[in-house]
């Protein structure tokens, strides 16, 4: 999610800290297979491994059997391709893979990361479009942002500066943020992405609601129970993986 300079940005996005420590009570991080680092499963990638020892993205983690766990970093991840250090955390990880089947992973594993991860963020966009969470065209993103019925508000990233600046706006209007500098999140998805995944023309802008979600006072910090957290989630996934992670 790549966000001008000195831009801030919606705190369904840049604060995941306030689901952290649910994350460890309940058990839900996990380890980094090649820092070592532990952090809520939702803000790591899974790699899962396929009956014929091929090593895969499971962004959903939904595949069965083990799985490896690593950081949104694409470069840490093509380094240890490069030098040998994700071979041996896969064979650790994976206890050597099926029986009789060598492990084995593409060299362009990183970039089927990066295309995993844009799936899942324009699956989710489709998703909750279809939950009717998604608000659409310029005029009307305006309209509910004033009023404050957008939780979460998303540019492309060849959109204008002056089609930003003008929803930002009205964005901290109708979130009591006026002068604070909060900005929407430039996506790392262009208009043509967004327009595909959403059978819509021209989506330049889009703002997610949580409107249909029900009373915030019932979600608790489970971003999942919001369509602005489980949006969020998957953009600055993806966004940290390409490195574009915007300031927190």
């Known amino acids: 999610m790549r966000t001008p300079h000195n831009e801030s940005v919606s705190s369904a996005i840049a604060d995941p800290a306030s689901s952290r420590q649910a994350d460890k009570?309940?058990?839900?991080?996990?380890?980094?297979?090649l820092s070592g680092e532990t952090r809520p499963r939702d803000e790591l990638i899974r790699l899962a491994i396929s009956p014929t020892g091929d090593v895969l993205p499971d962004p959903g983690a939904k595949a069965p059997g083990r799985g490896a766990w690593i950081?949104?970093?694409?470069?840490?991840?093509?380094?240890?391709?490069?030098?040998?250090?994700l071979k041996r955390a896969l064979i650790r990880a994976f206890k050597g893979g099926p029986e009789g089947i060598a492990l084995s992973y593409s060299e362009q594993l990183s970039q089927q990361v990066a295309d995993a991860l844009t799936r899942t963020v324009?699956?989710?966009l489709g998703l909750e479009l279809r939950g009717g969470n998604i608000v659409l065209g310029s005029a009307r993103i305006e309209e509910q942002a004033r009023?404050?019925?957008?939780?979460?508000?998303?540019?492309?990233?060849?959109s204008s500066e002056d089609g930003r600046k003008k929803l930002d706006q009205a964005w901290?209007?109708?979130?009591?943020?006026?002068?604070?500098?909060?900005?929407?999140?430039?996506?790392?998805?262009?208009?043509?992405?967004?327009?595909?995944?959403?059978?819509r023309e021209n989506v330049v802008h889009l703002g997610v609601s949580?409107?249909?979600?029900?009373?915030r006072a019932k979600r608790g910090d489970d971003p999942a129970a919001t369509a602005s957290g489980r949006v969020g989630?998957?953009?600055?996934?993806?966004?940290?993986?390409?490195?574009?992670?915007?300031p927190h």
């Open 147 to 158: 009023t404050g019925r957008i939780a979460l508000l998303l540019h492309a990233s060849d």
């Open 71 to 85: 950081l949104p970093d694409r470069a840490a991840l093509e380094t240890a391709i490069a030098e040998g250090h």
């Open 172 to 199: 901290r209007v109708g979130s009591d943020a006026e002068g604070s500098g909060m900005r929407g999140t430039v996506l790392p998805l262009d208009r043509d992405a967004l327009s595909v995944a959403l059978g």
């Open 25 to 33: 009570a309940s058990g839900s991080e996990r380890r980094c297979v």
């Open 210 to 215: 949580d409107v249909n979600v029900g009373r």
């Open 233 to 246: 989630q998957a953009v600055i996934r993806l966004s940290r993986f390409l490195g574009s992670d915007p």
């Open 122 to 124: 324009l699956d989710r």
